[in-house]
């Protein structure tokens, strides 16, 4: 059996945990024999944890493409998020009870001004209800258990965020607007003197905001959101989650569970696996020649001198064979190339 290393990447849907979704892939894998069975199994890996309430790209690595697994794990990731302001909850989502509530709303002048404060390296408390382990056990278990857990301040770095979308509520002026069109389409019109529709209220309160965030790893989108909320006197939770991109990955390259399911029925698998250097696109590649693949192989080291045609590149590069086969993931550390994760292709 030919062993498929790569990556699929799946838009995955609620309410399905990321180990459940691994789950699918071996699923799927077995019944179309390609999965193997004890030495010869296939190993399959996620490249980033994502909540059963989320949506969107998770990474899922076949074969040699598990040992890229951690680096995908600290790669940045973008996610669009709604706020539902008003409502604080003790899962900060949706799923959890109510803990806190406020009458107040902003505006979105207020919401444009605030974000810069949590643009940059920002400091968060996680979430209770996180996978984060406290003295060997997961902080959701305590949590559920009733354990009054104390979450510590981590450093993360928010490196853009924007506003995607807003739902607002109606002012005096906007309700006046918006009786005033539904008589423009009955079937009496407004009587001449009726003048303009009334102008609508500068004080446009936000009852829930959608952004964007491009994050550093270790960032908790539901804390984010917390965050933002109190920071504009209210209260506020995450309603929506999804994912849009994890390392070089994005929702172009991702495909629906039926489509993962296609391949349990019999579709080749080769129209939905990306390869493995399809991870590492943001570092350069190299190819060697069979001695220097060989060596590099062995976990020997090379002189960078000696590779034809000099990379000149300083850190981590993708060494190759033949024209792109992946030998190892390389660095170069004061001109003495290293292995630092070997491909077994």
């Given amino acids: 059996m030919e062993k498929s290393h790569g990556w699929i990447i799946l838009d995955k849907p609620l309410e399905l945990g990321s180990t459940q979704a691994v789950g699918a892939v071996k699923r799927n894998l077995r019944e179309a024999g390609l999965l193997g069975k004890g030495k010869n199994k296939l190993k399959v890996g996620h ?17 040699e493409a598990t040992k890229l697994c951690g680096r995908m794990l ?53 979430p209770k209800y996180s996978a984060l382990k406290i003295d060997g056990q997961r902080a959701y278990d305590l949590a559920r258990a009733g354990v009054d857990v104390e979450m510590k301040l981590r450093a993360v770095t928010i490196y853009a965020l924007s506003i995607s979308s807003l739902k607002r509520s109606l002012g005096e002026g906007d309700r006046a607007e918006a009786w005033w069109r539904s008589r423009e389409s009955a079937v009496t019109p407004p009587p001449a003197n009726a003048g303009p529709p009334p102008r609508a209220s500068h004080r446009e309160e936000i009852t829930e905001i959608t952004l964007t965030a491009k994050v550093s790893k ?25 994912r849009t991109k994890a390392g070089p990955f994005t929702l172009k390259q991702a495909i629906s569970l039926d489509k993962l399911n296609e391949i349990g029925k019999g579709a080749d698998i080769k129209e939905y696996l990306l390869p493995l250097e399809a991870g590492l696109d943001d ?3 190299f190819d060697l020649d069979p001695d220097q693949a060989r060596m590099l192989r062995q976990g020997l080291t090379l002189d960078e001198q000696d590779l034809i045609g000099n990379p000149a590149v300083n850190g981590l590069f993708l060494a190759t064979e033949n024209e792109g086969s992946p030998v190892a993931l390389a660095e170069i550390v004061d001109g003495t190339v290293k292995v630092v994760r070997g491909f077994n292709m």
Avoid: C, N, W
């Fill in 218 to 242: 270790g960032t908790y989108i539901r804390s984010l959101a917390r965050d933002i909320a109190r920071a504009l006197g209210t209260f506020g939770h995450v309603t929506m989650l999804r």
């Fill in 74 to 126: 600290d790669a940045s990731k973008i996610y669009e998020f709604t706020i539902g302001f008003g409502t604080e909850t003790e899962t900060l989502d949706v799923e959890g009870a109510v803990t806190e509530t406020s009458g107040h709303r902003p505006t979105l002048t207020e919401v444009e001004a605030v974000l810069s404060q949590f643009t940059g390296s920002i400091e968060q408390i996680p």
């Fill in 283 to 285: 570092i350069p590649a």
């Fill in 47 to 63: 490249g980033g944890t994502l909540d059963p309430l989320a949506t969107g790209v998770l990474p899922i690595a076949l074969g």
